[in-house]
């Protein structure tokens, strides 16, 4: 069964950084894109930061020049460094990826269980 766990998460005091880490097991043939997302409390989850297995990024405007997503393809797994934390990035936070099993499967997404953030003023 293919899984991605997260972890780095924690509380931090505005302006500070964590490193969030994403690691899949399981049987997998290859992952395209792996991204992060993340859910406010009373919010729906939102789209944070993705990369292609190319090493190409996509970052949601209100991360931009704050976060880095990076990928290790030989391990299986994603990172997202957050640096300049605001108390509006308390959420927790969704790793997620499009796996195939075989070079003949259909691709799948996954998730994780999330983490939590807490940025504090």
């Known amino acids: 069964q293919v899984q991605l766990v997260e972890s780095g998460g924690g509380l931090v005091q505005a302006g500070g950084s964590l490193r969030l880490s994403c690691a899949a097991s399981?049987?997998?043939?290859?992952?395209?894109?792996m991204g992060w997302y993340r859910q406010a409390p009373g919010k729906q989850r939102e789209f944070v930061a993705t990369?292609?297995?190319?090493?190409?990024?996509n970052y949601a405007d209100s991360v931009k020049g704050r976060f880095t997503i990076s990928r290790d393809n030989a391990k299986n797994t994603v990172n997202l460094q957050m640096n300049g934390l605001k108390p509006e990035d308390t959420a927790v936070y969704y790793c997620?990826?499009?796996?195939?099993?075989?070079?003949?499967?259909?691709?799948?997404?996954?998730w994780g269980q999330g983490t939590q953030v807490t940025v504090s003023s």
């Open positions: 997620n990826g499009e796996y195939r099993r075989s070079i003949y499967s259909l691709p799948k997404i996954i």
């Open positions: 399981g049987t997998i043939f290859s992952i395209q894109d």
């Open positions: 990369i292609t297995n190319d090493g190409i990024s």
